[in-house]
């Protein structure tokens, strides 16, 4: 991963707006700056120094993983604070960007009270607007953690048994990814069966998946950091007509995202391809949610696919697209695929069945 490129990319976007230096403390963003994995870092960076800061538990992992960054670490009693402010006086920065929502106020006037000399200028989005363009690096480890979560699904529902639990399965599913080497589930998966899948975020149940006539699954896999994220609805024992119905109205949603996905097109607009598919179907008010969303180092990343979300799609960035429906009493179809915004459209990088007759299965 080319990460002294990104910090290059990231200073001559700061210079353009007379910024001569950040503090970056979102962990992800940290991450992908420099390639530190740990749970406690910050990131200085400059025009022509970085210093990666942290604490004595990660200084052997720091020399592993980020081999050529310069590195402060604090040793007690000295605090997150004193360390930052001393890297700041060391710099001579008299102007410092700071990440808003990744500061807390405590941390924010504690620092304006230890470096007077220097103004603190709260940004935003920053290092995100760089990391929705996923590089062929980023792409080569999102392909993957697609192939795994994909693997994992496909050999866990071919020994789906009645008496498992929603639970259980969301368990096993995470089990299988890991023995298929991802570092884990990107998110706790969902299982919901029946009338739970009529919450769009349900948490697995002790219910066994034999009573529910549609199992809803929810589930992604990470792979050296980076996440997929994947729903499938599988109908038991047969696909009742209300279930065929509503399925194609999804699935017709999501084809009429595909098309609508290439560079330039604002994502609210995308959004808006799938939203009226529901609408002429008179589901509108069962889509309570935005299409979708990016994915890369986080399970949801910006662009945010959502009515009022004007931002236009760019070659190279990797969302999700996730129309669902949901019927209190009945239950919810979603389904979610990963794709890639190209030169000229999309490529769907998920590559299981979206057809509910493959999911099929019967006791
Ligand atoms: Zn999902
Ligand atoms: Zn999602």
Redesign the pocket.
């Known amino acids: 991963m080319d990460y002294e490129g990104r910090r290059e990319r990231l200073v001559a976007r700061l210079r353009r707006e007379g910024l001569a230096g950040m503090l970056v403390t979102n962990l992800a963003n940290v991450r992908y700056l420099t390639g530190f994995t740990g749970s406690e870092a910050s990131l200085l960076v400059t025009a022509d120094r970085s210093v990666l800061m942290s604490d004595g538990r990660y200084e052997g992992q720091i020399r592993q993983e980020c081999s050529g960054l310069e590195v402060a670490i604090r040793r007690p009693p000295m605090t997150w604070v004193q360390l930052v402010a001393r890297q700041v006086r060391r710099m001579g920065l008299i102007q410092l960007a700071v990440e808003r929502e990744h500061v807390t106020l405590e941390k924010y006037e504690l620092l304006r009270e230890a470096l007077p000399a220097c103004t603190l200028v709260a940004t935003q989005g920053r290092v995100e607007a760089l990391r929705q363009i996923k590089d062929r690096d980023e792409l080569a480890q999102i392909r993957q953690a697609i192939s795994v979560a994909e693997s994992a699904f496909v050999s866990h529902w071919a020994a789906w048994e009645p008496e498992v639990s929603e639970r259980e399965w969301a368990d096993d599913l995470e089990r299988q990814v890991r023995r298929l080497g991802a570092d884990g589930c990107s998110f706790p998966p969902i299982v919901a069966g029946g009338a739970h899948a009529a919450l769009p975020h349900a948490r697995p149940r002790p219910v066994m998946l034999g009573e529910s006539d549609l199992v809803l699954v ?1 589930w ?1 896999a990470r792979w050296n950091g980076y996440c997929s ?1 994947l ?1 499938r609805v599988v109908p038991v024992n047969r696909i009742s007509p209300k279930f065929e119905k509503l399925y194609d109205v999804v699935l017709r949603a999501q084809q009429a995202a595909f098309e609508a996905i290439r560079p330039g097109v604002p994502v609210d607009e995308v959004d808006r391809a799938a939203r009226q598919v529901i609408e002429q179907a008179r589901l509108g008010r069962r889509f309570p949610h935005g299409l ?2 990016g ?1 890369g180092l986080e ?2 990343e910006s662009p945010r696919l959502a009515p009022g979300q004007h931002q236009r799609l760019k070659a190279g960035m990797v969302i ?1 697209v ?1 129309p669902g429906v949901y019927i209190p009493g009945w239950g919810g179809i979603r389904l ?1 695929d990963d794709v890639l915004v190209t030169r000229s459209g999309c490529r769907l990088l998920t590559t299981l069945p979206r057809e509910a007759h493959a999911w099929l299965v019967s006791f």
């Open positions: 929810d992604g994220d729903t979708g969303h994915i399970i949801h999700t996730e979610e």
